[in-house]
């Protein structure tokens, strides 16, 4: 009877481990290392994920070399800042998510990086090799859960897709942790390589509703079709899905465009924010084949972030907080 007793523990055990949203923040890469006082705050809202960025940097579209890991960069977009954030984390036993991503200079949509020539992308596949496969390791020797091979770059994975699956088996040589691919929500259908990933990984910033101030009932009709579209292809692949990226700005008309990330004055919206990220926990986090996500975005000095002011995407000590805080605790 025992013996039994003890088997159904561990059968419970082990079903609750594997059912364990990554309730996840996007944490931001700053000129500063941190404390434990900038860790703080994503305790308290109980994130047991971050999403940690380094950044490689490309002068224009076509130009085949990744600078990164450069003296110019701050600090927490470099290897150095990296580990050091990690540590910090690690220390509270908050998982990991080693996301290097690409910044073209002025701010240019990077799934439109596309090179001229034959010869341009053999050398632009091997310096984003490099640049991957340094956070590769790094991300092994760290620990880290999970790895993310590229973030929203749509032509570039559309256009070298014998690339893409040559790079994902040099990783598994270095890293054996979980990986995924942060594919744009117009792209991820697209993807021809998810059967190589352990996670389908979507930044979810899909066109919801045209409504000035949304209701949770407006997103959540909103998320009907992209809902129906994520599952068919889940379902297909059989891997779980991870947003990669999730989040609302606290602004009018904030399901309309949610990537849109212009900077805009006034028409400050904390409701139309909560609503979006409540509907999203809605429709997502209740599903076994929904692994979790990482909220857009959190700035390490929490004192300065968001405020009444603010209609940008962090929730930092906007009404959203107390929505995430809710939904993370359970």
């Known amino acids: ?43 308290n809202v109980h994130s047991n994920y971050v999403a940690l960025m380094p950044f490689g940097f490309l002068q224009e579209l076509n130009s085949p070399i990744v600078l990164f890991n450069t003296h110019r960069q701050w600090f927490g977009e470099t290897q150095k800042g990296l580990l050091q954030y990690a540590e910090k984390f690690q220390e509270e036993k908050v998982g990991i998510m080693v996301k290097p991503q690409i910044w073209v200079w002025r701010g ?24 991957i496969l340094t956070y590769a390791k790094t991300a092994q020797d760290m620990g880290a859960e999970i790895l993310c091979i590229g973030t929203e770059l749509e032509q570039f994975v559309l256009t070298r897709p014998v690339y ?17 691919y942060a594919a744009n929500w117009n ?12 996670y389908i990984g979507i930044d979810a910033y899909f066109p919801l509703s045209d409504e000035k101030s949304p209701s949770i009932l407006d997103f959540e009709k909103g998320w009907e079709p992209h809902k129906k579209d994520i599952l068919e292809l889940q379902q297909r692949v059989k891997k779980p899905v991870l947003f990669t990226e999730f989040g609302y700005r606290s602004v009018n008309y904030n399901g309309k465009k949610p990537w849109d990330s212009r900077r805009v004055e006034g028409a400050v919206n904390f409701e139309a924010q909560s609503n979006g990220l409540q509907a999203v ?4 986090w209740n599903e076994d084949w929904f692994a979790g996500g990482f909220i857009w975005k959190w700035f390490h000095v929490n004192d300065a972030a968001g405020a009444e002011n ?19 605790k359970q």
Not at 12 to 36: E, M, R
Not at 109 to 130: A, L, P, V
């Open 310 to 328: 603010n209609n940008r995407f962090t929730p930092q000590n906007k009404p959203a907080e107390d929505v995430i805080k809710k939904t993370y």
């Open 187 to 198: 792209e991820y259908l697209e993807v021809s390589f998810w059967s190589e990933l352990d």
């Open 108 to 131: 240019v949509f990077t799934g439109d990086i596309n090179m001229d020539s034959e010869e341009q992308w053999t050398f632009f596949e091997n310096s984003y090799s490099d640049f």
């Open 164 to 180: 893409w699956k040559r790079l994902i088996k040099d990783i598994r040589r270095i890293y054996k942790g979980k990986l995924t």
């Open 1 to 43: 009877m025992k013996q039994f007793q003890l088997l159904f523990l561990v059968i419970c055990f082990s079903c609750n481990s594997q059912h364990q949203k990554i309730n996840g923040v996007s944490f931001v890469a700053s000129k500063d290392s941190i404390t434990s006082e900038h860790v703080q705050p994503v305790l």
């Open 281 to 284: 926990y809605n429709q997502f």
